[in-house]
C-alpha cells in the first residue's frame, strides 16, 4: 500500500518563502510524474506546478519565477520550492503523484497541506 504525505504549509508573512514536501511511502519502486496544486476557499483546484519522468517541468503563470518544484529520487520526496509569496498564495496545497509499484502504477494524491500569506 501507498501512502502520499505533504507537509510543510503553514502562516508566514508577504515576501516570505516556504518550502513543501510530499513524500511517498510504502511499496514504492518510483515516482514517475509529480504535481503540485492548489485550491482557496470558493475557487476551483488548479495547478501549480508540474514535473515529468524526464525533469520536465510547468508551472501556472501565476506562480513562474518565485515557485520550483524538484524531487529527490533516493528519498521519493517531492518539493514545491515558493519565493516572495503573496497574500494570493493563500490555498490549500495538494501533491499528486504517478507512483510505480512492484504490480500497478497509480496516481495519488497527499491530505493537503495549508500555506496562509498575511501580515
Known amino acids: 500500500q501507498v501512502q502520499l504525505v505533504a507537509s510543510g504549509g503553514g502562516l508566514v508573512q508577504p515576501g516570505d518563502s516556504l518550502t513543501l514536501s510530499c513524500t511517498a511511502s510504502?511499496?514504492?519502486?518510483?515516482?514517475?510524474?509529480l504535481a503540485w496544486y492548489r485550491q482557496s476557499p470558493g475557487k476551483e483546484r488548479e495547478l501549480v506546478a508540474s514535473?515529468?519522468?524526464?525533469?520536465?517541468?510547468t508551472y501556472a503563470d501565476t506562480v513562474k519565477g518565485r515557485f520550483s518544484i524538484s524531487r529527490d529520487r533516493a528519498k521519493n520526496t517531492g518539493y514545491l520550492q515558493m519565493n516572495d509569496l503573496r497574500p494570493e498564495d493563500t490555498a490549500v496545497y495538494y501533491c499528486?503523484?504517478?507512483?510505480?509499484?512492484?504490480?500497478?502504477?497509480?496516481?495519488?494524491w497527499g491530505q493537503g497541506t495549508l500555506v496562509t500569506v498575511s501580515s
Open positions: 510504502g511499496r514504492v519502486l518510483n515516482i514517475h510524474d
Open positions: 499528486n503523484a504517478r507512483i510505480r509499484t512492484l504490480f500497478t502504477t497509480n496516481d495519488y
Open positions: 514535473l515529468n519522468s524526464g525533469d520536465g517541468t
